[in-house]
């Protein structure tokens, strides 16, 4: 142990940043989060679409070996490129195995699935339980997920107006226009209570519809703002459209399958990341159908979530407050000196900024690509995201404890809430030590 209680390896000069420069990160749009100073409004570098075959590190830091507690040299370019074909190549030998090894499959995922190979899209469905462990039984599981998916559509993207067309021509048929006098139309003694238009009851389909209109408009806008600085999500373009169609149309169909949850803001930017990836996969039929795939992970990424975007828990045990909590846990029994100075001294609360790292996934911290490897090592954790996710935050304060030491309140929100470009998978090795310790 340190002088002051905290680990030795934390002491290293290679937990500061060797960069002041913010990384690209949007002004908090959760309606729920708490007041704070304004930051100067931050711009967001341009993501290259899709991201790049390979990740050379952001910034000059060395990623030290687990077996040693002094930093080594920082491994060549030509040597990082050797590990990313060999284990491009165990995970492809892994997926295409009669029976996947989910296990040996987490432990390979979690240190990033390279860019180029194609696969990500595969095995994130394995890691979501999306896609059966046996080759077998994939293409019968696609079929029916993909067909149950249509009739959500069906069922929940159709207006009263159309839904009453329906009717109109299905009772027409049925009383071959007698009633009506021939003419197509329904008796005004057909219409049922909660067929009209200015009912009000619970049943009505008119009045779930109108009461459904405020979330659908909320889905809009923030559908209209993903990644604006990528062609894929934004901008007038055909596939943009197409795109933010689908994002429209999985989204409104969760509200409507989850009325206990229904929409909250920002469920759009974890959505993100599924439906790029599916609708990436070299496989044009999969590709095709990176909608329905892209709902059912999103239902399952955030069931291990749910808790954060219920309103109603944020008070409880399993809500949003005591997921932040947790956070702070760790920090005070990782590094105390930071968290004293973070939260007594200056008195930061890591709500003002661990609010949108936890709830959006840390998407909107880093860019595009490195988001993604991040993610990599999410789904990987046999335990579930959550935990994983709270040791890469932990490791996040840790990687610019030297900076947040010697600021005051201000300049340290500024820093947590546009936090500086690093090296992703230096990142990542910290939260994995952080999981040693903890088990230790």
Aim: glycine letters at 6%.
């Amino acid at each position: 142990m340190g002088k002051k209680g905290v680990p030795d390896w934390l002491n290293s000069s290679l937990w500061s940043s060797s960069s002041a420069s913010a990384a690209p990160c949007p002004v908090d749009r959760f309606p729920r989060s708490p007041p704070a100073p304004k930051p100067e409004a931050p711009t967001r570098a341009p993501i290259p679409e899709p991201p790049p075959p390979s990740r050379p590190p952001p910034a000059p830091v060395e990623a030290p070996r687990p077996s040693s507690g002094t930093p080594p040299e920082d491994p060549s370019p030509s040597r990082l490129a050797q590990e990313e074909v060999s284990r491009q190549s165990q995970l492809l030998a892994e997926i295409s195995k009669k029976v996947v090894n989910i296990g040996e499959l987490r432990r390979l995922a979690s240190q990033g699935i390279p860019d180029g190979a194609g696969i990500r899209s595969t095995i994130w469905k394995l890691l979501l339980g999306y896609l059966p462990n046996d080759h077998e039984f994939w293409v019968q599981e696609l079929d029916r997920k993909r067909a149950q998916y249509k009739d959500f559509k069906e069922e929940f993207l159709v207006n009263p107006s159309e839904m009453a067309r329906k009717l109109e021509e299905s009772t027409g048929h049925k009383n071959g226009g007698m009633e009506s006098g021939g003419c197509g139309f329904l008796m005004r003694s057909e219409i049922t209570h909660d067929e009209h238009p200015l009912s009000l009851g619970k049943t009505s389909v008119w009045n779930q519809f109108f009461q459904d209109t405020e979330t659908i408009e909320q889905i809009d806008r923030d559908v209209k703002r993903t990644h604006p600085d990528m062609h894929f999500f934004s901008g007038d373009t055909s596939l943009a459209k197409s795109n933010q169609e689908a994002l429209r149309h999985i989204l409104i169909i969760f509200a409507k399958l989850n009325p206990g949850i229904r929409y909250v803001q920002g469920m759009n930017e974890v959505l993100a990341p599924l439906f790029y990836v599916f609708r990436n996969d070299p496989d044009q039929n999969n590709a095709a159908y990176a909608e329905a795939d892209a709902f059912f992970c999103f239902v399952e990424l955030l069931s291990g979530f749910r808790d954060n975007f219920c309103q109603k828990l944020d008070n409880s045990v399993v809500g949003i407050r005591s997921t932040i909590a947790k956070l702070s846990e760790l920090l005070k029994k990782h590094d105390g000196e930071l968290w004293r100075h973070l939260e007594i001294t200056t008195k930061v609360n890591p709500q003002f900024y661990a609010f949108r790292w936890i709830t959006l996934l840390l998407t909107q911290e880093f860019n595009f690509a490195d988001s993604l490897h991040i993610w990599d090592t999410l789904l990987s954790d046999p335990e579930g995201p959550q935990e994983t996710l709270l040791r890469v935050c932990c490791a996040m304060l840790i990687l610019v404890r030297r900076r947040l030491l010697a600021g005051d309140f201000t300049s340290n929100l500024k820093l947590l809430q546009n936090y500086p470009s690093t090296n992703i998978s230096h990142l990542l090795y910290v939260a994995n030590k952080l999981r040693g310790s903890s088990a230790g």
